[in-house]
C-alpha cells in the first residue's frame, strides 16, 4: 500500500488566497469570498487583485507573494492564460495547494489542450498540488468550508461519514443537495475538474483512510489507472469501508459525449464494472440508489450481515409479495423459517397469517398495540436460518410501533431494515427515531432490497477477502523463461501452443507432417477423427485461408486434406513458406473461449466467455485482472450467465471447472510474467471435457508487441 | 369490444348501507363509519346493526331489508360466516354493490374456500355484484367518498385523472399515499381483495371507458383470463389510454407467497410480460417509476412524440453524459443535430461549449439570465432530426429559468421534459409553474429517462397499433381441416410433419424404407449428406432411445445406420411397432426452435428461440399470442437478445426472416384453428436458411390432448 498524499490542508485550510477576486460578488472571482465569508469559514481570507485595496471588507493584497503566511489553498479564479503564473508564484509563496476554477483548458480544444500542459509543467516545478482547472471547488461541510463557487455552493448540506469526490461538479454537487435533503451527511466533496494534477484515485486513496470517513462516493467518468483503481478496492475491503461507485460515460453516445467532455481515455465500461465487483465497490447507477446504500451503511456499519439469508415480516401480503420478488432478484436468500420458529408463531398469530418466509402477518398484525407483531419480529430474528430482516410498517404508522420495533431490534446483533412507505418530508421526526436507533428506513419494497444487497454484496466480498488474506494461494507454477522473437510477431499456432505448454497448459496431440509424409502414409498418425491444419507463419487465420479440416474420419479424407489445404493456402498466399500439415486430435467437450489482453488502462487482463454468439453478440464474457490464482478463476467463470452448462445442466454430467480455472489462473502468470511482450493471447476453443478428464486448448494465437 | 359493466353506482353511490356497523370506531364495523362522515362524502349513510338505534349520531338499521332506497352499496364488515345471508338480503333490497372487508374467506385454508364459493354462489343468484371479500373497499378522491377501513384511508389523496385497480389493499394504497406527496392525482381506487365475483379485469374494463380517467394503475398478482388481458391492453391503445401495471409474484418464492395469499392461478411471468409488449401497458416495478410514468403521461398526453429521437441540453457535461448514457439504454434514439442548428448554436454559445449531442452548454449556459440557454433550448427544439427534448436545469433553478423555458416550449408541438435534481418539497411552487405548464419534472437523469421511453413505448405502439387497424394483414392460410386420431396421442414425427405441412410450412425432404429394403440399396434415396431415424408410434424422443443418426456420408454408414437404429429401437421397446426408417435430407441453416403450448390463462401461444442454452438457460425466448401474422411474427423474432444472427451477423449473409416470420404465423394458425385439440407443438429444430432461401422443420412433435 502506498503512502496517500495528505490533502488535509486541501480541506482544511488555515488561509485561503482568492486569486482573480472580484468586487462584484455574482461573478466567478466574487463568489468565493462570499462563500468563504457567509457559511462560518473560521480561517483566514486574502483576496488577491492588483487592482484594489480591499474587498468586502477584507484587505486584498496585490499577488500572491505579498499575502501573509501560512496560506494553504489558493483558489485561483483567473482567465486561463493568467493561471500558470499565479501557479509559480504559489511555488515560491510556499502555498502548497491551487484550486482553480477557470476553464478554457483541456476541454476547450487544442489550445487549451497546450495551456493544460503549461500548467502541469509548472505545478511539477512549482511543487504545488493542483485541483482542477475547470472544476467548481472544495467543500468542508464539517467545517463550514465552501471554498469554490456555482450556485449549488449555497445550498444545505449536512454533515456525515461520507466524502464525495465528482469529475463532474454540477452534478456531484446536485446530489449532495439531495442527499442533504433526505438527511444523508456528507463531511468532504471535492470537484476534479479536468483532473491536470490531482486526480479522483488521489483524493479517494486519501479519502478512505481518514477516521471521520467511513465511506466515498465517486462520481467519475473513467481514471487513467486501472490497477490503482483495483488497489483502492482491495484497500476498501481491508478497511471495510465501501466506495460507492458512479461511473458514467458507458453507452456509446455518451461515451463520446465523455471524451469530448474530459480529455482522459475511457476504459470498456466491461473492465470497470469488473474492478468494481472484485473489490469494496457498491456500484450505483441512481441518486436514490446511492442514497439508500449511503443511509444503509451507516446504520448498520458495525453490525454487517453474516450471510444473505434474509427474513420478510409484512402486515400486507401484496408488499411481502413484492419484497420477496426484489430480494430474489438481487441475490438475497429467502429460506424457510425453522420449525421451532413456525409452531412458536402459530401460538399467537392469527389463523389466516400465512407462517412462511415471507410472513404475512395480514391486518391483524396491526391490532393490539403491535403487542404480536413485535413479538413476530423478535421470534423471526432468533430463527438460526435468518441472518437479517426486513420489517414492513405501514405508512401511518406512530410511535408506538416504532419504539416496540427499536426495543426488539436492540436485543438482536442482525440487521433490520424497515421497508416504511413514506417520503422523508412525511414523518423526519419518527424516521429520525428508528434510523438513530439502528433502524434504516426504505421507502419502498425496491430499493430497501437493492440497498440490503448491496450490504451483503460488501459483507460478502470482504469475508472473501480477509479468508484469502489468512490463507493466500501459492502460485500455480513459478515465472518461465520464454524464448520469444525480439520483434513483434504473431505466433504460429504451434509457437503459441508451446508456449501455453511452458506453463502447464495442456494442448491437443498434434504431428508435424510434409504434404509428401501424408501422401504415402499406411497408417493414420493418430487415432481418428481428426483435424489437419496448414502450419506458415504466413498465415495466421488458417480457416479464412481455407486451410483447415476438421472431423477427419479416414486415411482417404486425410490424404485428400492434405492436398486440398496445401492448395488452398498456397492460392491464398502465394508467397507463404509451408512448413508442414498439422495433423491434430479432434477434442471432444464443452467448447469455451479464453483470452487475453493487455489493456491500455487496466493492464493484463484474462477474458472468459462461451463460444460463439455468447461472446461476440450477447457479450456473456467475464475478465479477471492478471495474475490470479485458481479460486478467483472460478468466481470468473461462475460470473457468465451460461455457468450453469459447466456445472451438469439438465442431467449432463458437470464439467471439469478445476481444470478449466487451472487454466485460467496459468494463462494469467504466463501474461502477467511476460506483459512487456505479449500484447494478447487467444485459446479458441478450449474444449472442457466431464469432472476430472481436464481441459484442452485446441487452437492458440498469441501476438507480440 | 365486449361492452363494460357500469360500476359508477359503486364509486358514487347515493346511499351506503355499513352492515356489521360498530360502536367502536377503531374497529373493522366503526371505520367506516368515520371515513363516511367525516371526509365529506354527500350522500346517505345507513348503520345497520340489530342491537343498536344509532351510531354516531345516524340513525341504525335492524337489517338491510329496513334500509331506506335507493341505497346503491352495502359494506359489510361482518365475520366472515355472516356474509352470505346479507348479500341475499341485499338483493331482495334492490342492493346492487357490495363490499365486503371481512377476512377469513379463500385466503384462509379449506374451510375460507368452501365459505367463498358459498358466497359467490349467493351472489350469482341475488344478482348483485361484490368486490372482496377480504379486501380494504372503494375510494372515489374526486367526490370525497371513503368507503372502506383501515388507517392508509385516513390519508391525504389528491384528485386526478386516473384510477387504481389494486389486488393488494394495503400496498396500493400505501403507494396512493405517496403519489398524494408527490402531486400524482387518482380519482378512484378499489382494493379487489380475493375477487369472489368483481375482478381486476371487469374494473379495468369499466375505469378505461370513463371521460375522466385518462389512464388505470393496476396492482397484481394474477388474473384469471389472459385473452381478455390482451383484449384490454388492445382497448387501450385504442383510446390512447395506457394501462399502467406492476405485476409481482414472479420469482419462485414470490410466487409461492402470491398463491398462498389469492387462490388464482399464476400463469408464467413472461406470459404477462409478453401481454404487455403487446398492448397498451406500461409495466412498472418501483413506485417512483410509476409516479413518474403517471406525471409524464397526464402532462404529454395531448403531445406525443413523433418517433424517439431526442435532444439533450444540458448546463453539466456530466448530467448529460449520465442523461445520454440513460436514454440510449432505454432505448432512446440521440439522433446529431442537423448541420444548421449546429451554424445557429455556433453563433452564439462558448466557444468551450460542446455542439453535439448532448449539448453541454457548460456553466456559461447560466449567464445572462438564460437568454442564450432559452435560445440554445429554442433552437434544439426546431431541428428536424429531434422528436423530442430533455432540458437539464441547475438544482437552484428560479423563476426567470422556468418563465423561459415555458415561453420556449409553447412555440413547439413537441415534448418536452426537465431533469431538474430537486425533491417535490424544496420549491413546491416553481415545480407546480413547469408542470402546469406543460413542462414535467424529473428528479433524476436515471428516472427522466425512463419515464421519457416509457411514453415512447407507449406512442410507438399506438402508431404501429393505428397502421395495423387501417391494413389489416390477410390470413396467411385458410383454416384446414386435419384429419387427428379422437383420442389424447403423442403425434410421430411423420404424422406431426404432415400437419405442418397441411398449413404449408415446409419440412425437410424424408422418405420411409423398411430395413431390408435399405440393406439393398444401391443408390442413395436422397443426396447425401442424410439423417436416419426410427419411425414408431411408441417412441416419441427417438434421440434419447438412440434411434437417430445425423450426418450418414456414404451408403455403408447409411445401411450400418439403419441395422444400429433398429436395434436400439427393439431394445429401448421391445413392443415397439418399427414401421420403418425415415431417411431425410440434413438441413442445413440455423437452428432455431418453434414451440406453442396452450396455456391455461392465456389460451394459445407461439414460443421462438435459438436451440440448446438460449431457450432453456438463457431463457432467451419471446412468446406470441396465437393466431398472428407475419409482421407481430417478426417483432417476436426480433425480441430476442440473440436475433442479430438472423440480420447477418458479423459478415454472415442474413437469413430468411420473412420464411421464418412465414413459419411462425402459419404455425399460429394451426395451433389457434385447432386449440381445442392440440396441446404442444414443438419444431426443433427449423432450420433458417439465408434470405430467399426459406427455412425448414428438420423435426417436429405434436401433442394432442
Known sequence: ??????????????????????????????????????????????????????????????????????????????????????????????????????????????????????????????????????CLGVLNVKENIRNGFGGVMRHTFVPGPYAMVTQSGGFG??????AAYYGVGVNYAISTGNEADVSTLDLTEYFIERDDVQGVFVFMEGVKDGRRLIGLGKRALELGKPIFVWKVGNSDVGRQAAVSHSSRMIAGYELFQAAFRHGGFIEVRETAELLDALKIFRIHRGRMPRSNRTGIVSVSGGAGVLLADRCVEHGLELPPLATTTKDELRTFMAPFASIANPIDATGAGNNDSYASYNRLVSTVLNDPNIDQLIVRIPSSSGTVLAQGLIDVARGSDKPVMVDWPISPGENPVLMQLLEDNGLPCMPSPGRGARALAALNDFARRKRAYDAQLAQPAPRAIAPQALELPKAAATLSERCSKQLLQAYGIPVVAEVLLSGDVIAALEMPPLPFPLAAKIESPQIAHKTEAGAVRLDIRSLDELKTAARDITAAARKFDPNARIEGISVQEMARGLEVIVGAINDPIFGPVVLFGLGGIHTELLKDITHGFAPFDASYAKQMIDGIKGSALLHGFRGSPPLDVEALADTLSRLSLLLADHAERIAEIDINPLFVRTSGQGAVAADALIVLK
Open 173 to 178: 454537487f446536485s446530489v449532495l443537495t439531495t
Open 1 to 134: 500500500m502506498r503512502e496517500p498524499h495528505s490533502f488535509s490542508r486541501l480541506i482544511n485550510p488555515r488561509a485561503i488566497a482568492v486569486v482573480g477576486a472580484s468586487h462584484d460578488l455574482s461573478r466567478i472571482g466574487g463568489q468565493p469570498l462570499r462563500l468563504l465569508t457567509e457559511f462560518g469559514y473560521r480561517g483566514q481570507v486574502y483576496p488577491v487583485n492588483p487592482k484594489h485595496k480591499e474587498i468586502k471588507g477584507l484587505r486584498c493584497y496585490p499577488n500572491v507573494a505579498s499575502v501573509p503566511r501560512p496560506c494553504d489553498v489558493a483558489l485561483i479564479a483567473l482567465s486561463g492564460a493568467h493561471v500558470t503564473p499565479v501557479v509559480e508564484q504559489c511555488g515560491a509563496a510556499g502555498i502548497p495547494f491551487a484550486v482553480v476554477i477557470s476553464s478554457g483548458f483541456s476541454e476547450a480544444g487544442a489550445e487549451g489542450k497546450a495551456l493544460q500542459e503549461n500548467l502541469l509543467a509548472a505545478v511539477r516545478t512549482a511543487g504545488v498540488r493542483l485541483v482542477g482547472p475547470n
